[in-house]
């Protein structure tokens, strides 16, 4: 199993930006379509964002965050992103990055066959 690695959390206002980051060790993530999901306390984990494998041709977002965020991925660094702009206090969640062997983009969890442990963000009003 692949472990990936959230990063980028934090504590911001409303209005801020944040960028999360997702790397993983031992495997190329240009390899994997990944996919942003989010956990807010009390809610059931939802779909935030997708980009498919290899070039990342195909992007999907929630509704929700469409026009705010932005999925990306940096196979030099072996990195995928997440830039989160306008950030509202309904933004406030326990952010998961998701991974699936050359897949392209899906917004269902049970897709993905691998995720990270989540980074924390909060936006405060």
């Known amino acids: 199993q692949v472990q990936l690695i959230e990063s980028g959390g934090g504590l911001v206002q409303a209005g801020d930006s944040l960028r999360l980051s997702c790397t993983a060790s031992g495997v190329t993530l240009k390899d994997y379509g990944m996919a942003w999901f989010r956990q807010a306390p009390g809610k059931e984990r939802e779909f935030v964002a997708a980009?498919?494998?290899?070039?990342?041709?195909?992007?999907y977002y929630h509704d929700s965050v469409k026009g705010r965020y932005t999925i990306s991925r940096d196979n030099a660094m072996n990195m995928v992103h997440l830039q989160m702009n306008s950030l509202k206090p309904e933004d406030t969640a326990l952010y998961y990055c998701?991974?699936?062997?050359?897949?392209?983009?899906?917004?269902?969890?049970?897709?993905?066959?691998?995720w990270g442990q989540g980074t924390q963000v909060t936006v405060s009003s």
């Open positions: 980009i498919s494998w290899d070039n990342g041709a195909n992007k």
């Open positions: 998701a991974g699936q062997f050359r897949y392209s983009v899906s917004t269902a969890e049970s897709t993905y066959d691998n």
